[in-house]
């Protein structure tokens, strides 16, 4: 039997970081999914953005923004913001959403993904690494706060993974980055996208009711707790 049948799913960005890998295998393993492109707005258009997805089972929080990455000095305003815009607050509307309507069905699975970055910092991302620990403080929080609901709030948070925005495979294939991925990460190479979503497909899986409120490191050893 597929691991996902029937189960309604809603992926956001799913066009861009992790969405397409996350989409496929969650299809093929029978759910049906909802696939919205683009950032997750967090105004009046939120309403109408997830009217017709009330009834989701799982959502994946799939969000991302460049980086930006710059010195402290420089961070621009703008910048800043676009970061908050795209990856924070929409997070917290999704949760605010959808987290009371599983709870009042009695069930449900919130899989955020997030970045490993804030868990040890990065110069000259520090912009980006604000941004992504407040995602994933939220979903600690968020996470004991709907427990008691068996509503499980979970995180990803990644580094190392094959996709287009953040490690590309011109990236990946240079001399330069081989050398860099071989001085600091353990496992020596980056993870397949198929296995990142394995880890999303098991945190939205019933197999996963114990798990509550976690940021999980998926870096191949760069970070090893959260």
Known sequence: MA????????????????????????????????????VVPFDDSF???????????????????????????????DDWQSLFNTMVHPLMYLIRHFAPLMAARGQGKIVAITSAAPLRGIPGSSAYCAARGAQNAFVRAAGLEFAPANVQINAIAQNYVSNPEYYPDELVASERFQKHLARNVPIGRVAREDEQAELALFLASDKSDFIVAQIMPFAGGWVTSC
Do not use: W
């Not at 799913?9 to 919205?36: C, H």
């Not at 109408?48 to 305003?77: E, F, Q, W």
């Open 47 to 77: 309403t109408g953005y997830v009217r017709d997805c009330a009834d989701i089972d799982i959502l994946i929080a799939n969000l991302s923004h460049d980086p930006k990455n710059t010195a402290i000095g420089d961070i621009r305003d």
């Open 3 to 38: 691991r996902m049948e029937n189960k309604k799913v809603l992926i956001t960005q799913s066009n861009d970081y992790m969405g397409p890998a996350i989409q496929d295998l969650f299809v093929r393993e029978g759910a049906v999914v909802t696939a919205k492109a683009g």
